[in-house]
Nanobody, 115 residues
């Protein structure tokens, strides 16, 4: 059974930081492309960042320079370090694992940026 379990969300003031974690089980983690996506109320789910098996990363323009994705294959975990958070970063953040036709999602964690 595949499980992706996100943690680390919460309420933070503008300019603050959060670190999201996603622990995976039931997959051969090291071969998967791991990603973070987000969905704000009334909007479509969008890509935030991805990281390949060899550590290559890709970011949405809106988070470049502020967010960092990383992975620890020994712990089957992917992280999203979020700095200089803005109110427009408020969303449910989802973890994704993808390998060819295998595509799995976590349940999401809420991030709210507000004063």
């Amino acid at each position: 059974q595949v499980q992706l379990v996100e943690s680390g969300g919460g309420l933070v003031q503008p300019g603050g930081s959060l670190r999201l974690s996603c622990a995976a089980s039931g997959i051969l983690f090291r071969i998967y492309v791991m990603g973070w996506y987000r969905q704000a109320p009334g909007k479509q789910r969008e890509l935030v960042a991805t990281i390949t098996r060899d550590g290559s990363t890709k970011y949405a323009d809106s988070v470049k320079g502020r967010f960092t994705i990383s992975r620890d294959n020994a712990k089957n975990t992917v992280y999203l370090e979020m700095n200089t958070l803005r109110p427009e970063d408020t969303a449910v953040y989802y973890c994704n694992a993808n390998w060819y036709d295998k595509d799995y999602w976590g349940q999401g964690t809420q991030v709210t940026v507000s004063s």
